[in-house]
C-alpha cells in the first residue's frame, strides 16, 4: 500500500499577522509558517498506519509553495513520510484551492507510483475554505470521506471504515481503496517530531516541480480573484468590575443586559 | 592474640572487600567523564563545612546531633581499631604502635578520650534505633539493614568494653595491685562484675570481646559497598567533588547538531550515560529522606520522591553492574531505557526544579540536573512530552512567548506610560528586561507598569526592548527543550550584545536566573539585578521614599529562583518592612523551607501530575494560616499560582501584591 499525504504551509494562528502594501498577501518576513494543522493529522495517521502494517510501502507528502523546502514539509519528513513532491510556481502563491487541487492532480498523476490512500486535513487554518481535499478527489476521480475522526483500514488493504462526525452525531461509512480521505481535528495526537529526525528530513528525497513540468499548465488559471485582505477590528479593552460580591454580581448583570443586551 | 588467625581475617575480609570495590570504581568511569576537582581550594573549604563540619546535618535537629555524634566517634575510633587489629599479631595486651601503648601518657590519653566517644557514638546509636523503631518517621526507608548496622556497631563497641574490662581484671591480677584506672574509665566500670570471675572465664571473655571486635570490623566494612552506609566511604570525596556551579545554572549541552550527526544521546536515556559524579551521587545516598520530605511534589502526593529516584538508578545500576563493565559505555549492549521502565514518566514530569531537596541533601546529592537531562533525551529525540508543552514549545517557536503572544503586543502593557524603547534611546543606564508574564499577562502586567512609575519617579535612565524581547528560554530548558532554549538565547543575547547591555533588571526570578548564570555560557555576559535588590538600592539612595501608609498585615512568599537557588531573601522584606502601615508575617515554611508554587521548571505551562492536591493550593494554605490579609510576591509566575489557588478556594478577601506593587502605594499614596 502506497499513501499519499498532504502538508500545506500556513502561518502560525499565534504569530502577528501584517497585510503587506497593496493589502493583497501577508507580509512574509518574519511570519512564523507552520504546517496546516489539520495536515499533521493526516501525515501522523499516515505514520501510524505504516507502523502498524506490514504492507505499508511508502509514505510521498506533497506540498504546495514557493520556499524550498517549506516548513511543513520538512515537518511531515520529520514526523516520519519517506519522500517529499513540493510544487513550487509564483502562479500558486493565491488562494485559488481549486487550482491548487488542479496542479497538484496533475502531479500526482506525473508520478509512477499509484496512491491506494490519499489522507490530508479537512481544512487549511488560513482560508479555512475545505475545497481543496474533495476537489483533488475529483481531479482524481476518487471516492472521498471528509471530516474523519476515526479511520479502519481492512486487513487485506482493499477497503476502509470511516468514522465522520457530522451535526449532533458520527456517521459511519465504508469505501472501497483507492480513496480520499479529509483529516478532522480528534483523529489522532501528532507527534512532535525529534530533533533527530529534524536533521535526517533534511536529507530525504524532495521532487521539485514547477507549473512548466505539469502537462498542460496553460490550463491552470484562476477562477477566484483575491480582493484585498483587511484585519479585524481590535478587542475592546477589558472591563473590571470591582467591589463587595453583591455589589459586582448586581453591576454584572446590568451590565450584561443593559450594555451587551445578552439577557 | 593470635597471628594466624588475625591473618586470615583480615586477608580474607581485606580481599572481599577488594573485589566488591572494583566493581563499583569501574561503574564510575562508564561515562568516561571526568570527576570535577578544579579549584582545589573552595573545594576543601566545603568539605571542610558540609563534611567535617557536618552543616546540613542539623537542620534536622536530633537527628542530625545524633549523627554527629557517630561521625565524629567514628573518626576518633577509627585509631582504636589500627591498635586492636596490631594486638591480634601481638602478645602485647598494651600495644599502641609505641606511641599510643596503654599507660604511657599520649595511650593513657587517647584511652580516655576513646571511651568517650565510645559513649556519644553508643548515644547517637540509641537516638537513630528510637527513631528507626519507635518514631518511624515517613521519610526515611525503614529497613533491616539500617537496624542491622545499628546493631552490628552498638555489639562491635560493647565488645571493646567488655575486653578492656576483662584485660584490666586480669592485669591486677599479675601485678596484684589497683585495677580501677581512670584511663579507661568504660572497661573500670566492668570490675565489679569480673572481679570474683575465675580466670579462665575472664580470658574467655576477653578473648571473646577482641575477637568479636575486629571481626564485627570486618563485617561492617564488606557490607559498606553493598549498603546505603556506602556513604561512609563515599561522603567525603562527593562533598569535595560536588558540582561548584550557581544552584539555579544547568549544564549546556554543547554542539547538539553535531551530536545528533555523530548519534550522541542528547540528555540521559541509559545508566551508563551517567557521570562519575552521578554515579557517586548514588552511591552516596543514605536513603534518609529529607530531599523527599522537603520536595514540593511529594508533599502533595505527586509520584517523585528525590530520595526513590536516586535509589531506583543506584539499584538499576547494581542490578547490572557486570553486564554494564562488560559494555564497558558500548552504545550497542542491551541496557534498558530508564524511562519508564526504571523512572516513571510521571514522576520525572513533576519535578518544580524548585531545589528544595539539594538544598537539604547533606551529601551534596545532585537531582534536578539529573531530572533535566531525563527530560532532555525524552523532549529532543522521542519527541515526547505533554501535549500542553509541546504547545508551549510550539508557542516560544512562533512568538517568542510561551503565552502564545505575538512580538507586536509586547508593548501593550506600557499603553499611557512613559516607557522608553531602547531602539529609541541613546543615554541608558539599566536595561528592564520585562519578561513575558509582565509584558502580556493580564495581572502581571500591572507589575511592570508599577516598576515603570517607580523606575521614572526615582529618575533612573532606563529603556526596555519591547517588541525586540523574547522569552528568555527558561521554561523550554527545564522542560528538556535544549535546542529550542539555546536557539533563544542566542537571538536575545545577539540583540543584547548589539545593545552592548552591560545591566540588566528583572522582575522575574526565572529571567533573573537564566540572564545572569546560564547566558554567560553562550557569550551574554551581563549584570543582573533583580528588582527587589534594585528597589532596596533606590530606596537606601533615598530616591524612592515610601510616606503613605498601605495598612495591611502581610506575608511574603519567597520564590524558590529569587530565594533558594540565587540567596536573595532580605532586600524584598527589608523593602516591606519600611513601608509605614505594614505589619509582616511570616508562614512556618518560610526563606529557604519556603515551598514551592508549583510553577518552575515547566509546571507553569501543563497540567499538574496526578496527586492528593495541587502545589499551589497547599502553598496558597500555608500563606493563609498566618490570618496576613495580602499576599506579597516577587515573581510573575508565583503571583499567578497563588492567584489561581485562591479564586478556587474563593478566598476574594485576600489581596496579592508584587513587591514593586506595594512599594508604589507606599511612595505615590495611589
Known sequence: ?263 | MNPLVMALLLVAALGVFGVSIRGRWKLLHLSGERPHIDRIGERFRLTLKYALGQKRLTRYKFAGLAHKAIFFGFLMLLLRTLILFARGFTDDPKFGYWIFDSGDLLGNFYGLIKDIYIVLVITGVVVFLHYRLVIKPKRMTLSGEGVLILAIILVMLLADVLYEGAGLVLASRDAAGLHFSIWEPLGSLLIPFLESAPDGTLVFLYHLGFWTHVTLVLIFLNLLPHTKHFHIITAIPNIFMQELEPAGKLKPIEDIEGRIEREETLGIRRIDQFSFNAILDFYSCTECGRCTDQCPAARTGKLLSPKKLTIDLRDHLYANQSGLIKANGDKSAAIDDLVPAVIDTEALWACTTCGACEQECPLHISFVDKIVDLRRYLVQEKGECSSTLQETFSSMEATGSPYGVGSDERMNWAAGLDVPLRSETEDVDILFWVGCAPATDERAKSIAQAMARLLNLAGVKWAVLGPEESCTGDVARRAGNEYLFQAMAGANIETLNGYHTKKILTVCPHCFNTLQHEYPDFGGKYEVIHHTEYLAKLMSEGKLTPTHEVNTTIVYHDSCYLGRLNGIYDSPRKILASIPGVTLVEATASRDRGMCCGAGGGQMFKEDEPGDERINFARADQLLETGADTISSACPFCMRMLTDALNTRQHIDIAQLDIAEVLLKSVTGA
Open chain 1, 1 to 263: 500500500m502506497k499513501i499519499l499525504t498532504l502538508a500545506m504551509q500556513v502561518p502560525d494562528s499565534r504569530a502577528a499577522l501584517k497585510i503587506s502594501p497593496g493589502g493583497k498577501s501577508l507580509e512574509t518576513r518574519d511570519l512564523k509558517l507552520i504546517c496546516n494543522p489539520f495536515d499533521e493529522f493526516a501525515v501522523e495517521q499516515a505514520v501510524q498506519l505504516k507502523e502498524q502494517r506490514s504492507d505499508v510501502e511508502e509514505i510521498v507528502v506533497a506540498t504546495i509553495g514557493a520556499e524550498k523546502p517549506n516548513q511543513a514539509i520538512r515537518t511531515a519528513l520529520a514526523m516520519g513520510a519517506d519522500r517529499g513532491i513540493q510544487l513550487c510556481d509564483d502562479i500558486f502563491s493565491g488562494q485559488d484551492e481549486i487550482l491548487l487541487a488542479e496542479a497538484l492532480a496533475a502531479a500526482i498523476r506525473l508520478q509512477e507510483t499509484t496512491f491506494d490512500l490519499i489522507l490530508c486535513g479537512k481544512q487549511a487554518i488560513d482560508t479555512d475554505s475545505g475545497e481543496f481535499g474533495p476537489a483533488l478527489a475529483e481531479f482524481l476521480d476518487l471516492p472521498h470521506v471528509g471530516a474523519v475522526v476515526k479511520l479502519d483500514i481492512s486487513e487485506d488493504g482493499t477497503s476502509l471504515r470511516a468514522h465522520r462526525r457530522i451535526e449532533g452525531a458520527e456517521e459511519i461509512v465504508e469505501c472501497p481503496l483507492p480513496a480520499l480521505i479529509t483529516c478532522e481535528k480528534g483523529l489522532i495526537e501528532p507527534r512532535y517530531p525529534s530533533l533527530p529526525n529534524l536533521m535526517k528530513a533534511k536529507k530525504k528525497p524532495l521532487q521539485i516541480l514547477a507549473a512548466s513540468d505539469l502537462p498542460e499548465p496553460g490550463c491552470l488559471t484562476p477562477g477566484l480573484q483575491l480582493l484585498e485582505l483587511t484585519p479585524p477590528a481590535p478587542r475592546p479593552p477589558c472591563t473590571f468590575i470591582e467591589g463587595p460580591p453583591e455589589k459586582m454580581a448586581r453591576e454584572l448583570v446590568k451590565r450584561l443586559r443593559d450594555e451587551a443586551k445578552v439577557i
